[in-house]
Each structure stands twice: as structure tokens, then as C-alpha cells.
């Protein structure tokens, strides 16, 4: 009799507190201020937004901008980092700590429309991985569940974009945290800006490195590797790292400098021509479905539209050269 009668109660009680819920704001619940939980299957759940059909942020996410942006298909970023009250990012040490209840949150927008969004976490077990996919009416998103897999999407205009797997998300942001010490890859000391800075996230005052090279062409060429390769090319000695392109060893590591790479010869920079220099044919070139030659698209991930600001950075500091 019991046993009958058990799941409708339970049944009749999730209703009650829905109805509840609902009629009241400030009893919604944040899935960010308690991230034990499991994670919620609708992005509105974990409490990001006040409005999510505008997509206005509740007044404790910060928003902040990384000084130089990953390119990813043009789309634009709204980024924000949720921490629990007074808690701080301990900026001392060269590892950067962020505490326990840590959320950065990454949404990809597309003209108006949000596509996904990207969420890195720290709980008691360790960092984590999320990424939702919104509705097409941008009412909501779903999140994708398990191991999920990459999922091609089409962006208005038939332009093709693909939502990362969550390998995808460890091949970048876990080759970074070898070397860091920390997956987060647009708070770090290249890559803060004194906007986050002055929103008193951090204890104590973090060392900031510029990023300038000799001339005005490599400066920009340096920032480029910043954003969109030092996930990968780090000088750690994983399989992904392959050699470092940070700013103060970049010019020194391709200038001349012979390619490893297993599937073709040559030098990374020949000064003058981007015709010879395989860091260009990689990311240029290689980008081009009609490319024949032997060298692997550079990034790997994350671009189905080749960068255009990317091919003009590159080309005005090698032919400066
Ligand atoms: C091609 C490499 C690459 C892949 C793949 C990638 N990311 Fe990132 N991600 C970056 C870089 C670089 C940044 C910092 C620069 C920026 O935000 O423009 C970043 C930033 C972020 C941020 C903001 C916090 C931070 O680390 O700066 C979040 C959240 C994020 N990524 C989540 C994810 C998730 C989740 C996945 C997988 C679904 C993923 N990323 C896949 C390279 C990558
Ligand atoms: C997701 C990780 C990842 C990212 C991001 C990435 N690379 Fe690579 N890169 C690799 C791997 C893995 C290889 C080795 C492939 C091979 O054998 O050629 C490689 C190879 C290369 C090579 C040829 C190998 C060599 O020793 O010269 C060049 C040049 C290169 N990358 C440049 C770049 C540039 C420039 C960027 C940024 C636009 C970039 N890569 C972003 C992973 C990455």
C-alpha cells in the first residue's frame, strides 16, 4: 500500500515546490552558490542570469574581458566569473589559485543570438566541464550531457561552427593547467586586465605582463599567439605542447628555426616570405579546404571559419622581418 502511495506523494510534493518556487524570486534557487550539486540540465538553473531572455547577469557575476581574445568563427564573448562571497583569487604565487566554488562562464553569440555556453568550475573534487546549447528561441539552453561528443552547428547565414567536445575542452584548457598549474586560461598574468583587477577579485596586487615585441607588427603577431596557441604551444613536454610561442621565447623559437612537425619540413618563419614560413602555411593556408600540402590546420580546434585578422597579423610581422 505504501509503496503505491510513495510516488505520488513524491510526485505531488516536486509540484508544490515548483509552484512555489515560481511565485517567488527571491526563493529561486542557484545552482553557482552551491556547486556540490549535481549540475542543473537547463542553463537558467545555475544561476547566472537574473533574466536569461535578456540575458541579464545577477550583480555578483563579473564580467571581464581577457587582454588578448581567442577567435573562435567570429562569434562574439561575454565572459564572467562567479566566486562565493569574499572569497579571492590568490594572484602571489606564479600558479594562480582560485578558491573552491570558482565559475567561469563563456556565451558565444551569434549577431543576437547566444549559441552556447562554456562553464570551467572548482569543486571540492577537483576542476570540471560543462558547456550548454541554446534553444533556438534563446528562451534557454540545454547542457549536453556525459562525455559529449563535438556537435556541428549552423550559425546564421549557413556559416558552420562546431561545439567543442569535452575532450576538446581538456586538449586546450589541460595542456595549459600542466604547465600553470590552473585550467583557466584568460586570468592569468598575461592575460588580466586592470578592469578585473580594479573589481577587487584578486588578495593582494597580481603582477601584470605586458605583451610587446620589437616592433609594432610583432607586437601584434605576440598577442595573436597569446590568445589562440599558448593553450598549446607552452613548452610543457605533453604530445600537444609541441614549442613554446610566449611572448618573451615566440621570435626565438620560429625565426629561423627549423619545424618539428611529423607530417612535412621546413622553417617556422622565414623572414620576408610567408610563402616559406610554415607558421603561416599553417594557419593560413592549411585552412583552405583545397590545401594540398602536408601540414596540419594550426588551431587544431575550435575554427571552422578561417580568421582573417589572423592571416593579416601574421603576414604583416613576417614580411617585417
Ligand atoms: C582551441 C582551444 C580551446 C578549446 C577547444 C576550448 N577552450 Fe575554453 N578557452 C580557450 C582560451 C584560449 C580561453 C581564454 C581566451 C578567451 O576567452 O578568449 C578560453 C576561455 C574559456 C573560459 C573562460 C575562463 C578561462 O579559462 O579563461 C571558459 C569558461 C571556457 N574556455 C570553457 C571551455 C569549455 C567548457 C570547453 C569545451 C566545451 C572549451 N573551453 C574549449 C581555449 C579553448
Ligand atoms: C589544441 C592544441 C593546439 C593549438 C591551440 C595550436 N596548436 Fe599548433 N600544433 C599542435 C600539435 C599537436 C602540433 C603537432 C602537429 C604536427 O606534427 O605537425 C602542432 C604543430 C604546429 C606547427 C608545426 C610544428 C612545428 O614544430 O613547427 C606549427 C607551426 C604550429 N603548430 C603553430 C601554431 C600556431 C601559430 C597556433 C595558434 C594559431 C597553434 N599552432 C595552435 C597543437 C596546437
Redesign the pocket.
Known sequence: MLSWLLPWRVAALSILIVSCGGSSDSAEERWLEDTSAPLPARLSEVGIYQDISTRTAYDDMISYV?N???Y?DGLE?E?HLYLRVSATIDASGSAWTFPIGTV???TFVDGDAPVET???FRTEAGWD???YRWLSDASDAERLEGNWPEVPVILTGGRPHT????L??R???ETHEAVAGV?????GSL?TSADLVAAGVFSGTPELEPVEGRTEEETAALRYFV??CT??HNGGDSINSAFSLYPDVAAANTIGEPTESETGEGIRVVPGSTEQSVLYISVVEASKPEYPGPFKVM?P??VDIADEQAELVLRNWIESL
Open positions: 581577457p588578448h581574445v581567442l573562435s564573448k565572459r567561469l562562464v563563456k562554456r562553464l570551467i566541464y560543462a558547456i561545439l567543442p567536445s569535452r576538446d575542452c586538449t586546450c584548457h585550467p583557466v586560461l584568460g586570468i592575460q590568445g589562440n593553450s598549446c588551431p580546434l575550435g
